[in-house]
Each structure stands twice: as C-alpha cells, then as structure tokens.
C-alpha cells in the first residue's frame, strides 16, 4: 500500500532540488561541472534500474559501484574536487560565518598598497621590456608544495628583488615566483600545466602554468608575455588577458583584502 504524498514530501524534494541547484551553480563557477554531469547521470541510471525497474543483476553492480564511487571520484578528480570545496568555503553567502571564525587582519588601505604596488610596478616595467614573468600570489590554500620545487627566497616583497628574479640571464627567471602575505616565499618553482583546450594557441607554457595553478588551487597568478608584453591574470579557473595596471592592481588589491 503506497503511503500518501504529505507536506512532508513535498518539502523533502524542494530542499533537495534547491540542494542540487546550489550544488550545480558553484560546480558551474567552479569549472567542475562535468562531473556534476557525470555524477547526476550515474544516479539516475542507478535509481531507474534498480529501484524502479527493480533489474538484480544491474541493480547489484551498480549498487557495489555506488559503495566505492566517492573513492574513485577522490582519485580521478582530486584537483577538481580541491577547487569545488574551495568555492564552497569561499562563496558569498558563508562570508559571513567566515568573518565570525576568522580574525581579521587589520590590514589598512596602505598597508594592502605596499604589498600590491611593488608588483604591479615591477609587472609594469617588465611588460615594457617583454621580459617573462609569472608570479603567484598564495591565497586561502597554503602552496608548500610548489615552493619546494624551487629554491627558497623567504624575502620582502620589492619591486627591484622581482625584476632582478626575471631578468633573462637569471637562472630563476624561467619558473614561477611564490608569494605568500608580505614575503616572496619562493623563485623557480614548478606548477601544474593546464590542459583547457579553449587556451588560444598563441599562449605559452607560463600562461597556461598560470591557468594550471588557478585550477588546482584558489591563488592568484600573474603573467607577463615575454613575446607580447602583455599582462595577464589567471584567477579561480579563469583566464584574463591584456590588463592595465589599474586592472592589475584592483584586482591584486581585491585579493589581498580577503585574506
């Protein structure tokens, strides 16, 4: 006898379509919504064959499946997954339980402008003299990591440090610069390479190094074309080419003012 269809139900199946379209919405911002796809598809195939049609012998496979499903999606997609929880955590709407937990800094206007400046002028004299750079500046997921594949630098942030990393004959100038809060952490370090096919093929390894970082982590990456001179930014899985220095700076400012 099928029980009746209450307010309960009713109430059942909204939070979970309203749970399901928050989930689709930041997996969407995120770039990680094929596997969102994936996963969807999966259930309902799984739901449709075995509860439904009631198939055993599909109904059990799927079912083992679905027991170590979580496990493989770890595996296959770790890197994707790392930035799904990172939109999450840092979503508009839990800002506010972020500013009850975390401890502001205190930074003040000027003391977010002596971090920011030193970089946009060093990217901005770069830019003039089309020598290659690629700087990251560390957000909310610590960059350890990558700063061991380089060689440790641990200094003040300066305009004259950063150029002098990059200058052409530098046996540094080729890997990525690390900077975490008010330190260049580290120099020559080596970064995850993106794979994004929509990446225009005039685009070299630096910015698609700076796309790799900014899809495996939530740091900000800067590039300056060592061809063109341009300045570009690679941010949560996105990639934004030919900015000014005002560009660069409010979005560097914009950066350091969530930490």
Not at 20 to 26: A, D, Q, S
Not at 118 to 138: D, E, F, H, R, W
Not at 220 to 229: C, H, K, L, P
Request: glycine share 6%; proline share 2%; with cysteine.
């Amino acid at each position: 006898m099928m029980m009746p269809f209450g307010l309960r139900d009713a109430l059942d199946i909204l939070i979970m379509a309203l749970l399901l379209f928050y989930l689709y919405k930041i997996m969407r911002e995120s770039g990680t919504i094929n596997i969102f796809f994936g996963v969807l598809a999966f259930i309902v195939v799984w739901v449709f064959a075995s509860q439904i049609l009631e198939m055993k012998l599909i109904g059990t496979v799927l079912d083992k499946f679905m027991s170590i499903g979580l496990l493989v999606l770890v595996i296959l997609f770790q890197d994707q997954i790392k930035r799904f929880l990172v939109e999450l955590g840092d979503h508009k709407r839990w800002r506010f339980l972020r500013k009850m937990f975390h401890h502001s800094r205190g930074d003040t206007a000027a003391d977010t402008r002596q971090y920011v400046l030193p970089i946009v002028y060093a990217c901005m004299n770069m830019s003039k003299t089309k020598t290659g750079a690629l700087i990251v500046v560390q957000q909310d997921i610590p960059l350890e990591n990558y700063e061991k594949s380089g060689d440790m630098i641990d200094a003040l942030i300066n305009t004259r440090l950063i150029e002098n990393i990059f200058f052409k004959n530098s046996p540094l100038h080729d890997g990525a610069m690390i900077i975490a809060g008010d330190r260049i952490k580290a120099a020559g370090c080596i970064l995850p390479v993106s794979h994004d096919t929509n990446v225009p093929r005039s685009l070299g390894l630096r910015h698609r190094s700076a796309l790799g970082i900014a899809q495996a982590t939530d740091a900000f990456a800067i590039v300056v074309s060592e061809e063109t001179g341009n300045i570009s930014v690679a941010h949560r899985g996105k990639l934004s080419t030919r900015l000014s220095s005002t560009d660069l700076e409010h979005r560097l400012s914009h950066a350091w003012s969530k930490e």
